[in-house]
């Protein structure tokens, strides 16, 4: 940390402050805060052990919490609710946040639970009545299309997101290396990306 500072001090990190979209100015702070962040949905959908935990347990977490909303709301109004009322909504949170694979389990879920647990018979992998039938197979196909509808939503927000990034990124890198070329214009590329450096360790280490 006092490495970290002292290079700070040496390339005069801290006396600039960038804001995307709004301009720069001389005299302020620069710091964590105008680097982007990775936020909470990248970090649920990163492809490392903590992202897959963390869909997996979602994904379990919202099926089992649509089951026990739906045997609650049985017991309390009695037979007859349809059959799939509260699992659209799990569906779509699941879909929604860990993506098309999580929404496509989710559905597999739903659909195995229900067979066993409401469609008759019950306590058997097997459905009975066409309609009962005809009426899974729509939730599934449901299912699949919210899962890919979220993906293609998610996509489109995440090229957004990066462009913006990129576009902060760019705005901060032009702006340091207008306050380097006052420090020593000769070097103020190689400033410029020293400084940078140091703002994004400020950033990792307060994260």
């Not at 020593?184 to 020293?194: K, L, N, Q, S, W």
Request: hydrophobic letters at 45%; proline letters at 5%; a positive charge.
């Amino acid at each position: 940390m006092k490495d970290q500072n002292k290079r700070d001090e040496r390339l005069g990190v801290g006396k600039l402050s960038v804001s995307p979209g709004s301009g720069t100015r001389v005299g302020g702070d620069i710091g964590p805060r105008d680097v982007p962040k990775v936020g909470f949905l990248e970090k649920f959908r990163a492809q490392d052990v903590t992202g897959w935990t963390l869909r997996c347990s979602l994904t379990v977490t919202m099926v089992v919490a649509a089951f026990g909303l739906r045997f609650a709301l049985t017991a309390c109004v009695g037979p007859g609710l349809p059959t799939y009322i509260t699992f659209y909504p799990a569906l779509m949170v699941v879909a929604v946040m860990a993506g098309f694979w999580a929404g496509v389990a989710a559905t597999s879920l739903v659909a195995a639970g229900t067979i066993f647990w409401i469609l008759p018979p019950t306590g058997e992998f097997a459905v009975g009545l066409p309609a009962d039938r005809m009426g899974l197979a729509l939730f599934t196909c449901m299912g699949v299309f919210i899962s890919v509808f979220a993906e293609f939503h998610r996509r489109s927000r995440d090229t957004l997101a990066s462009y913006e990034r990129e576009a902060a990124m760019r705005e901060a890198r032009d702006a340091l290396r207008r306050h380097a070329e006052l420090v020593d214009p000769a070097r103020a590329e190689v400033i410029a990306g020293e400084m940078l450096a140091a703002v994004r360790d400020r950033g990792a280490s307060d994260a």
